[in-house]
Every structure is written in structure tokens, then in C-alpha cells.
């Protein structure tokens, strides 16, 4: 594995593109927790917002840039989803900290990420299979973003709609996104499972 990573190119705009989303995660928390301290300065939920939206780009472009210019590489098939897990759990990681979101759902997105990871050097190791994203998988980052972004409106929400289901009981877009990480996972272990048994 580690001579066909070193053969292939590294320094690749898909490869930056993806290391980029894992380098955005400390001006996130930077100014998650500024926004915290003082919601009335909405400067701070702009920049958080505009985070939010190029985390989600480049998650988009890093597939499109490497097919587009046939960068795909062993690193950047594993760059990807290391920096996915690194935004994905660090962003909700802040928001729980910071925008009281439910901690048993970060925790149960984090074992779930514990055991895709598993599951996935278990694949490659033993049976020579790298794992692919399903579609489930490919929404998880932007999915995430949505669920990041509606704790960080709260402050902002609480003061405009108050009585709104969304301020009431915003747990439900956490629900959402544990149901589609679910769904994912059901469908991973499905087609992996019907590809080791064919093996």
C-alpha cells in the first residue's frame, strides 16, 4: 500500500482541495466560539456560514477536479474521507460545546464513523477491497452542514421565530441526519457484505 501511495502524485488540486476542508476546521471553532460569546455580531455568523458553504464545495469539487483532470489517486481516495470524518465530527463536536446540540447524537455519529473505519481497513487489508461512498455517504458532509448551520442560526432564529418547531424542537435536524447516516450504513454493510461473499 505505501509504494502505491508514494508512486502516485501528491501534490494534486484534489488533494488540497480535500486537505483545505480539514485546515477550515480551526477558524471554524475560532469563531464558533466568538459568535458564542456575542450573538449580536453577526459578522462572525457570516464567516461561519461561508465556512460552512466551502466545506461543502469542496467536498463537491475534490471528486469532480480529480476525474476532470485524472488526478485520482490512492491518497486522495483516502484524503477524502479522513478529512470528511475530521470537519464532519469536529463541526459537531463545536456545536454541541458551544450550541447545546444533543450529545448522544454526536456520540452515536462518532461509533458509526469508529466502525466505517473498521470496516473499512478490515475490507482493504484482508480482502484487498477499498470501500467507495454510497449515495447515502456522498450527502453526509453537506448534511452535516445543514445540521451545523440551523444550531448556529438559533440565537438568531429564537429571536425572530421563537415558536417555530425549528427553535422548539431543533433536535429534529439531528434526527435527520443520524436517519441518512443510518440508511448509509445499512447500505455499506450491504454491499460489502454481498461482495465478501462472492469473493
Not at 18 to 45: D, G, K
Not at 158 to 168: D, E, V
Request: proline residues 4%; aromatic residues 16%.
Amino acid at each position: 500500500m505505501e509504494n502505491e501511495v508514494l508512486k502516485d502524485k501528491i501534490f494534486t488540486i484534489s488533494n488540497f482541495l480535500s486537505i483545505s476542508r480539514a485546515l477550515l476546521l480551526p477558524f471554524f471553532i475560532h469563531f464558533a466560539v466568538l459568535f458564542q460569546e456575542n450573538t449580536t455580531a453577526m459578522i462572525y455568523y457570516y464567516i461561519l456560514i461561508f465556512i460552512c458553504g466551502l466545506v461543502v464545495l469542496s467536498d463537491y469539487l475534490d471528486g469532480l477536479v480529480a476525474r476532470l483532470l485524472n488526478e485520482e489517486t490512492i491518497l486522495g481516495r483516502y484524503l477524502d474521507p479522513v478529512s470528511d470524518k475530521i470537519v464532519t465530527i469536529g463541526g459537531l463536536s463545536t456545536i454541541t460545546v458551544y450550541f447545546n446540540f444533543p450529545l448522544w447524537i454526536l456520540l452515536l455519529y462518532v461509533i458509526r464513523e469508529i466502525i466505517g473505519v473498521w470496516l473499512g481497513l478490515f475490507l482493504y487489508f484482508k480482502r484487498g477491497i477499498q470501500g467507495k461512498p454510497n449515495f447515502w455517504g456522498k450527502w453526509q458532509v453537506a448534511l452535516v452542514a445543514v445540521c451545523v448551520v440551523h444550531y448556529l442560526s438559533l440565537p438568531i432564529l429564537m429571536q425572530h421565530f421563537p415558536r417555530s418547531i425549528t427553535c422548539i424542537h431543533p433536535e429534529f435536524s439531528g434526527y435527520l441526519l443520524i436517519s441518512i447516516v443510518f440508511f448509509g450504513s445499512v447500505k455499506y454493510i450491504s454491499d460489502y457484505w454481498e461482495i465478501v461473499s462472492n469473493k
